[in-house]
């Protein structure tokens, strides 16, 4: 395993208080960090203030299958983990991709039973708490409709996982989801939203957080919340199932080492594998790739549905255009174009804007999917964003990760073994790649 690779800052931010030097990686940019009016603001001085603690993105059900189909006098029990913890949280749930109502009968959140650590279905049942919605334990999400639960008095800590059952009495038709939670889901017949065991959860794909977007908690102060923004590299594919150990995950591990207190931003990962800039999820790529309504739309398009609703966004972190490369063989020109529009209308919301150069992919799928043509677009990307000052930071990814005797690979020991995606240890180099003062610490 190499040694990290050292970080080059130009200038330092100066919106938060530089506490941590961090120390393994390239930063290009000056980092600007404004002030935004954020959803709790206009309220008094001292009250507490909702801090997002965990998100996912979402797309429509596929075509085939369970997420099309949809559940049906059925419960789902999901499994969460937070980034920073309060005494209060609330659930959003969404149905924005639904074809039809959907009607909740009843949903709780609890903590995992850690006397049973080898069924993760299982609950604390002390610890079970009922969702209500404008006081109603049983709501109806409108099409395309989310909906925030009402305070819990649950309290969380930091880096904790919490389980969330929902039961849908009734057909829901094509499911809102996110496709790759590499994280067991569970699924079984009839109301088992109050079951401390999981054994009627007959169905466990290690997969799909369905209708579920997002935790918020409660804290005394926040200062916003970190949004990654990319692909399948962020959102976990090659790492450990039911590990969390996510590049963003692990760097949320840091935040909360360097500053465990309410100063700690969250960290939402807002991934989306196989996403692209420029192309729609559906559109079929290089190899023979069909495509899935899971990828998700083009970037551009999830600007204001994934990333500035989230509670509290400060900063922002792009890692896209890969799939763009070796799916669709899109040019270096239009790949910097909508990487340079995602900046623009990030620090138009007033928000740090940094980004992620493109990391190596040669030996991944079928003949085609690398080309030395492809490669030269992915060093030509990456050479505009070193280069670049547009973004407050560029975080330089493909350094950390690539092989020095061989560029165009992965590192061996960080490869999770199809040449595009990190294992635990390829995240946590990426992780501990991140200059915290960049993130305000």
């Not at 398009?301 to 509670?311: G, I, K, M, Y």
């Not at 900063?315 to 790949?335: F, P, Q, R």
């Not at 080309?371 to 992915?378: D, G, L, M, N, V």
């Amino acid at each position: 395993m190499s040694t990290p690779n050292k970080w080059r800052l130009i200038t330092a931010p100066k919106r938060w208080q530089v506490i941590a030097a961090a120390a393994t990686a390239l930063v290009v940019g000056a980092p600007a960090v404004v002030a935004t009016a954020g959803p709790d603001s206009g309220k008094r001085p001292g009250a507490p203030v909702w801090a997002g603690s965990w998100a996912a993105a979402v797309t429509r059900g596929n075509t085939v299958g369970l997420t099309n189909t949809g559940l049906n006098n059925q419960s789902i029990r999901m499994i969460v983990h937070t980034t920073v913890g309060g005494p209060r949280l609330r659930v959003r749930l969404s149905n924005i991709y639904g074809e039809q109502a959907v009607k909740v009968g009843r949903a709780t959140i609890a903590r995992p039973d850690t006397s049973t650590p080898t069924d993760l279905s299982d609950v604390a049942a002390p610890t079970v708490k009922e969702l209500t919605f404008n006081g109603s334990a049983s709501v109806t999400m409108n099409k395309g409709g989310e909906l925030l639960s009402d305070p819990v008095d649950l309290p969380v800590g930091d880096q904790e996982d919490l389980v969330v059952t929902l039961y849908f009495p009734e057909l829901t038709g094509p499911v809102t989801f996110h496709g790759q939670s590499r994280q067991t889901t569970f699924i079984g017949a009839t109301d088992l939203t109050g079951a401390a065991g999981g054994a009627g959860f007959t169905i466990r794909p290690d997969c799909c957080w369905m209708f579920l977007s997002g935790v918020d908690v409660q804290r005394k102060l926040s200062p916003g919340s970190v949004v990654v923004l990319g692909d399948s590299i962020a959102d976990g594919n090659g790492s450990t199932v039911n590990t969390n150990r996510r590049w963003p995950d692990l760097l949320a591990d840091r935040l909360i080492d360097a500053r465990p207190d309410v100063r700690t931003p969250g960290v939402l990962n807002l991934s989306l594998a196989g996403n692209r800039l420029n192309h729609e999820g559906t559109e079929p790529g290089a190899g023979g790739f069909p495509g899935y309504y899971e990828l998700g739309p083009n970037a551009l398009a999830r600007l204001n549905e994934d990333v500035f609703p989230q509670t509290g966004v400060r900063t922002v972190v792009t890692h896209l255009g890969i799939n763009d490369i070796w799916m669709s063989d899109d040019s270096a020109e239009k790949i910097i174009a909508s990487l340079r529009q995602v900046n623009q209308q990030v620090k138009a919301r007033g928000l740090t804007s940094l980004v992620a150069t493109l990391t190596p992919y040669e030996g991944h799928g079928n003949p085609g999917v690398w080309t030395p043509e492809k490669e030269a677009t992915r060093q030509a990307v990456n050479a505009y964003l070193r280069g670049s000052h547009e973004f407050d930071g560029v975080l330089d990814f493909d350094k950390v990760l690539r092989d020095p005797a061989q560029p165009s690979r992965l590192l061996p020991a960080y490869d999770s073994g199809d040449h595009i995606h990190p294992n635990d240890l390829g995240n946590q180099a990426m992780a501990d790649a991140v200059p915290l003062r960049l993130l305000g610490l």
